[in-house]
């Protein structure tokens, strides 16, 4: 069992918890992630690594479906039946001068760490951030830490830009030069940062967030056809770089059980409710 | 003396393909001691040696025919501590009964159906030996819960060491618990077996995946463990490396058997993890994975399930009474068909396209290969279950570069022994997917040499 030791509403849709896993922490590298089973008969359900320590690890979830809204039913002082980690490659950290981080609403947990760690070794780190309104802006403060410049989008445009990231990072490609940007966000985010950046000749990093069942390779549950060849994102990835990626493909892979999925979230919380 | 061997009963077809009880219901005592009553007692028993861990076969059935069931587990415990499961599981028609004398004339004794009739009778009477363990202090690392990992890690313990078992997943067993399905091998049979080596002290540590939440070296260098066992199992699936494989629909068996095995699919929506397979499915490949596969298949309500196999009937390398039950169980088979292409409309599967084979010249395992005829075959299908074998995972292996490996991904061993000294292999790992009772056997085995190793070291 695993203790969250803190837990922080962030907004009405995403949370923050701090979990005592110690094998996790352990050997935590940024781009790393873990997997979560909030009880006993519980989904496995994968979450980026956000930040650790000695004894504990953070995530930062949306409420999306079930399971997530299973984790957010949990406080502080609470045990999760199953926490198992660290996940994946690190993030293949890039010699690089300027990086532009673009996340697309909970994408910015874990673009989080990767950011970071670029800043740590000095590169210059811009960042456009988007969420549906202003209060869907995640981890702005921590960001304003190392960032030089972020820019804002926002569905409603209650604060920067009215739309999509990618049409502020369109006009920033007119006055900056950046030599890679990290998108991480919805698939059809990440699908249109890079066919914009392959326009401005930027390279792309993503950060990809299949169905995933083990996490450690056995299942095949995770794979993405990349440049005609198949990858499993929990071993080889979750992070990659995005040319050659087929995002058509994932995002069917990844609606597969929507079905099923919107049908427990109205049956078990619908009549918890 | 009876020629007939005696039946086990089973569930009728027609029920049991719609639950996930098990099928095979196990002897009465009056089945077991009718079947036993079979045996010779060979002077030279040839079972014995066709037995991949030698269980005193004659022994134990001698037991049962003195209707002393309680000593007959005792001889198997000597050499196997899994009897529930591997009378259940083994391919008993290539082992020991496969060279049972009375094979040669009628039909071989039941050893498997004995050997679970000893084994769920000690699980029912909580039967558990009484050993004498002489502490030591030297602690040993076992990588995997697996059945080599299982076996290792008791041998281990009874000769004294402080051994703790590292598993990846959340629960222990290895493909016991996420490949095997409960209509085979309930999962309570297994979690019984393992708390068995859980009574002799074995500690078990769910969630560690090494390589990962900890490495071979800090184990080694900063836990101080003296020997270390990898039985990590050959859990990368095997795939066709055919267009459309990564298509919506399309399951390699892991996948579809942890959803429903590990993750208890079945029970959807009581259960969070879903699967969904549609009405025709195909499944391609013709071993135990694939059979599991199909009767799951079935028994989640799929209409036609069909087995696209490359060669016939006779080359299945399935255990018999998988296939047998799979034939009554309405399962079809295509035989003869190699998948080559998969079309779909949107990035969901459709229809899976064949190639009709022709049987050739035997290859080097002896079967007959076979070979494309240039004529080709399209079958509709709403999802298929890749089932054509499994690898070695990767992930130790990228972590502990030192580590030897072949070609396939399969660890190097010389007397179990990796290339890391004190670092021992043995079980899929090695051999690459082979079954329970060699994992077991191999197990067993790398105690002995771990144990040689620690005590030069001293
Ligand atoms: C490597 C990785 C890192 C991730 N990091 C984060 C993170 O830091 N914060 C965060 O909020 N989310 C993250 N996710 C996504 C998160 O795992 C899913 O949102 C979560 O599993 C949804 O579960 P649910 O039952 O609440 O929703 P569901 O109702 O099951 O599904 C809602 C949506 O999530 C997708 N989904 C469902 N199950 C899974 C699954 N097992 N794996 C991935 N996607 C799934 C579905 O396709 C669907 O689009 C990450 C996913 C991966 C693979
Ligand atoms: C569907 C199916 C049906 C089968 N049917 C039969 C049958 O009827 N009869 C038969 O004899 N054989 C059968 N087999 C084969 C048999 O199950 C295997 O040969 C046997 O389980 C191998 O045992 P093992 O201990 O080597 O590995 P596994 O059983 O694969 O166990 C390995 C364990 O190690 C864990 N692990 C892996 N990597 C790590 C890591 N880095 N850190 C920690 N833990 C790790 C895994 O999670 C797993 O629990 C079947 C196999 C499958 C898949
Ligand atoms: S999640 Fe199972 S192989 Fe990646």
Redesign the pocket.
Known sequence: MYEITEKKILNQDVEWMRIKAPFVAKNAKPGNFLIVRVDEFGERIPLTIVTHDEMSVTIIYQKLGYSTQLLSEKQAGDFLFDVVGPLGLPSHIRDVKTVLGIAGGVGAAPLFPQLKEYARRGVIVDLIIGGRTKDHLLLVDEYQEFCRNIYFATDDGSCGQKGFVTQVAEQLYQEHTYDLAIAIGPLIMMKNTVLLNKKYNVLTDVSLNPIMIDG?G?CGNCRVTINGKTKFACVDGPDFPAEGIDFDELMVRQNYYKEEENHICRLKLGARK | MRADRTKMPVQDPEIRNCNFDEVALGYTPELAMLEASRCLECKNPRCVSACPVNIDIPGFIKHIKDANIEEAYHTIYQSNILPAICGR???QETQCEGSCILGIKSKSVAIGALERYVGDYALKQNLSIQEEISEKEEKVAI???????IACSASLRRLGYQVDV????HEF????KY??PDFRLPKEIVDKEIQNAKDLGVQFHKN????KSITIDQLLHEYHYKSIFI?????LPKSLGIPGENMTGIYF?NEF?TRVNLMKANRFPAAPTPVRIGNNVAIVGGG??AM?AARTAKRLGAKNVFVLYRRDMTALPA?QE?VEHAIEEQIDFRLLRNPVEFIGENYVVKQVKCEVMILGDPDESGRRSPVGTNTFETFDIDSCIISIG?SP?P??KSATPELEVDRRGRIIVSNHQTSIPGVFAG???VSG???????MGAGKEAAISMDQFIRERA
Do not use: H, K, Y
């Open positions: 450690t056995m | 599981v083994c391919p990588i995997g819960s697996g059945p080599a990992g590292f598993e990846a997943l067993g290895g493909v016991l490949g095997i560690m995946i090494v390589g039985g990590s199992g050959a859990g068996a058997l135990n994975v599991d255990r998988e499994q995972n992930i130790l079980g899929d790992v997917a082979a079954t329970v009772i060699l994992a």
